[in-house]
């Protein structure tokens, strides 16, 4: 089975800190997504990389940054958090034109 | 613009009834993927569209793909309590794109 793992389920963070999400796959997946959630919203494309140190914008990726320095790993960094970043985040990852696998998700709340 | 509309968004109905969830999209494609998420859980992918006429059915759950219109639908036969969540439908390009999600509650 495909496994994608966030690091952390729940993550509480203070205003203007620099807050990394990390995600692994296991699958030799060469896309990966970064999602948030939020009510009323749906789900939101944040960034998303087709390949190793290769990234592309998403639909809302102000306040945010990515990193892929390995196939099997893919960073969502906020620079300054602040509380309207406050959200479910979720990853994703899959081979070209396949279904997606989700992580569990980690939910976000700044204060 | 990519855009992915479902409607409804949110569905109140009886145990045993039928229903359908449509999910329109903006832009030619031949790949739909239909997912499944429980409160405070992740998404569990559920169907795989990838042609014209596709249909797919597993239990009480049966999508459909229609890609001159530009539609695919998921029918509920017969609704039970454990159906209760919300389904997203995504379209395929270079990036994945989702509607907004039908929650849909069945009363018992």
Redesign the interface.
């Given at each position: 089975d495909v496994k994608v793992t966030q690091s952390s389920r729940y993550l509480v963070k203070r205003t203007g800190e620099k807050v990394f999400l990390e995600c692994v796959q296991d699958m030799d997946h060469e896309n990966m997504f970064w999602y948030r959630q939020d009510p009323g919203l749906g789900l939101r494309l944040i960034y998303f990389s087709y390949d190793v140190k290769m990234k592309e914008k998403g639909d809302i990726p102000e306040g945010y940054s990515v990193s892929r320095e390995k196939k099997e790993r893919f960073s969502l960094i906020l620079e300054s958090a602040s509380t309207n970043q406050t959200s479910m985040y979720l990853c994703a990852s899959r081979l070209t034109f396949t279904e997606a696998f989700f992580g569990q998700g980690t939910r976000l709340t700044v204060v | 613009e990519l855009k992915v509309e479902q409607n409804p968004l949110f569905l109140s109905m009886q145990e045993g009834k039928n229903y359908t969830i449509y999910c329109n999209y903006s832009t030619t494609s031949d790949?739909l993927?239909w997912?499944r998420q429980d409160p405070g859980?992740?998404?569990?992918?559920l169907f795989?569209l990838l042609s014209n006429g596709a249909v797919k059915q597993e239990g009480r759950l049966m999508a459909s793909l229609d890609t001159k219109a530009r539609l695919s639908t998921l029918h509920i036969t017969a609704a039970v309590h454990d159906l209760s969540a919300t389904y997203?439908c995504?379209v395929?390009y270079?990036?994945?794109?989702?509607?907004?999600?039908t929650r849909l509650h069945i009363l018992p």
């Open positions: - | 790949r993927y997912y859980k992740s998404l569990e992918s795989v997203f995504a395929y270079d990036k994945i794109i989702f509607g907004k999600g």
